[in-house]
Structure formats: structure tokens, C-alpha cells
């Protein structure tokens, strides 16, 4: 599966964007999607996930309450809606998946087969 992510870009703090997640070659069904967010110097840091069948969701703890994955079946797209942005949201974000992960591993960059360009948000003050 081929994933192509988009809609990032640059806000003020307080802002919000909705990122997208657009697979080609197959659909999202049995797959687990996530957000994984990258700084220069820093780890890879997961975001959020979706379970494409169940729609179960997870958050990492700095995001939740402002942040929303959720799936569009007929778009075969999972986005990412992120509200209330602060500057420390700033990074490279990367969607990623994979239909053989387990949920202990839902936050784990390695766990996942498939990758996305990255689409840069910025946050400013």
C-alpha cells in the first residue's frame, strides 16, 4: 500500500489543520493507521492511531483533547484534526500502516510496515 500524506502547512498557535492520509494499491481495511511526529535531532513520536475496522482511536497524552483521528471509508483516507495547536506541535508529520501490528505496539514507529512522505507543520507564536 502506497500512502500519501498532506495538509500541513503553517498557523499561529491556537490554529488548527487537518491532515490527510490517502492509501493507493489497496484499502485501509484491517489495517492500523497512525501519526507519527519528527523533529531534527529527535525520535520519531507517535501521535495517534486508528484501528481501520473497529475505529478504536489512541492519543499519545499531548495531544488528547485536541487532537482527532478519524477514517473516511469512501475516501479510503484516515485524517488527522488538530486543533488548539501550540509551537511545540511543530514537526514533520508522517502517517504510517500496517495490518499485522498489535495494539501494545500501536505507538511504535518499527512496528509499522508502510510509510508516507512527510507534510511539515508549523506552529508559530
Known amino acids: 500500500v502506497q500512502l500519501q500524506a498532506s495538509g500541513g502547512g503553517l498557523v499561529q498557535a491556537g490554529g488548527s489543520l487537518r491532515l490527510s492520509c490517502a492509501a493507493s494499491?489497496?484499502?485501509?481495511?484491517?489495517?492500523?493507521v497512525g501519526w507519527f511526529r519528527q523533529t531534527p535531532g529527535k525520535e520519531r513520536e507517535f501521535v495517534a492511531g486508528?484501528?481501520?475496522?473497529?475505529?478504536?482511536?489512541y492519543y499519545a497524552d499531548s495531544v488528547k483533547g485536541r487532537f482527532t483521528i478519524s477514517r473516511v471509508s469512501a475516501e479510503n483516507t484516515v485524517h488527522l484534526q488538530m486543533n488548539s495547536l501550540r509551537p511545540e506541535d511543530t514537526a514533520v508529520y508522517h502517517c504510517?500502516?500496517?495490518?499485522?501490528?498489535?495494539?501494545?505496539?500501536?505507538?511504535?514507529?518499527?512496528?509499522?510496515?508502510?510509510w508516507g512522505q512527510g507534510t511539515q507543520v508549523t506552529v508559530s507564536s
Open positions: 504510517a500502516a500496517s495490518r499485522t501490528i498489535i495494539q501494545s505496539s500501536i505507538g511504535v514507529p518499527s512496528a509499522y510496515n508502510y
Open positions: 494499491g489497496r484499502t485501509f481495511s484491517g489495517y492500523v
Open positions: 486508528i484501528k481501520w475496522n473497529s475505529r478504536n482511536t
